[in-house]
């Protein structure tokens, strides 16, 4: 009955690599974020979907792209993965694009980049 | 631009004792604030949520309060537990016309309750 879930948990990889990190809500919600925390516990936020559609964008690298399939769903494809890239991401939900709605968070995915 | 600033960065004390959590930001025009627990190796625990308009707000041990004009906001856990060691976040949602769910966090504060 997990309400955010991320996959995967941990990866390791090498720099140059591709890699992509699932994410899924079971709750209903209608929009989905991508946080970047660094190694000095700084969460940031990456990008917001609602409804499948880009709404927040903040500035990051063109190597990453988000892909949402579906409402329920967002992705994050990260390309020619950089050392800097090492961190842990976080996925999160909430109901509405309000102000006013709590954000609902995943586990993390803890990205090594060696 | 937003900062939100927490103090003190890490914070033990023993069992029984309350808890003071402090959280700072620069602007004041802010539309909520919203309070996580994240424990090792795990996501965050939204704890509470203040709308601007409101000045506290309460679940079970925990009270969490709003000063928008002075720029701070103060969570209180009563009479700590162990588990309540974790690390807390504090973090602030913008009012700006492009920044729908923009959450600002801060560092955060690290707690240990020792038994």
Not at chain 1, 14 to 39: A, F, P, R
Request: hydrophobic letters at 30%; glycine letters at 6%; a neutral charge.
């Amino acid at each position: 009955d997990t309400a955010v879930s991320q996959t995967p948990k941990y990866l390791v990889t090498q720099m140059g690599n591709d890699k992509s990190i699932k994410c899924e809500q079971n709750l209903g919600h209608d929009t989905m974020y991508w946080y970047k925390q660094d190694s000095k516990k700084f969460l940031k936020i990456m990008f917001s979907y609602n409804n499948k559609e880009l709404i927040i964008n903040e500035t990051v690298p063109n190597r990453f792209s988000p892909k949402s399939p579906d409402k329920a769903h967002l992705n994050l494809h990260i390309n020619s993965l950089e050392l800097g890239d090492s961190a842990v991401y976080f996925c999160a939900s909430s109901p509405k694009e309000s102000l006013s709605y709590e954000q609902y968070f995943g586990p993390g995915t803890r990205l090594t980049v060696t | 631009k937003q900062e939100v600033t927490q103090i003190p960065a890490a914070l033990s004390v023993p069992e029984g004792e309350n808890l003071v959590l402090n959280c700072s930001f620069t602007d004041s025009a802010i539309y909520n604030l919203q309070w996580f627990r994240q424990d090792p190796g795990k996501g965050l625990t939204s704890l509470l949520l203040i709308q601007s308009s409101q000045r506290e707000q309460t679940s079970g041990r925990l009270n969490a309060s709003l000063d928008k004009s002075s720029g701070r906001s103060t969570l209180y856990i009563a009479a700590s537990q162990p588990g309540d060691s974790a690390t807390y976040l504090c973090a602030v949602r913008q009012f700006l016309a492009d920044s729908w769910g923009k959450l600002q966090f801060g560092a955060g504060t690290q707690v240990v309750v020792t038994p």
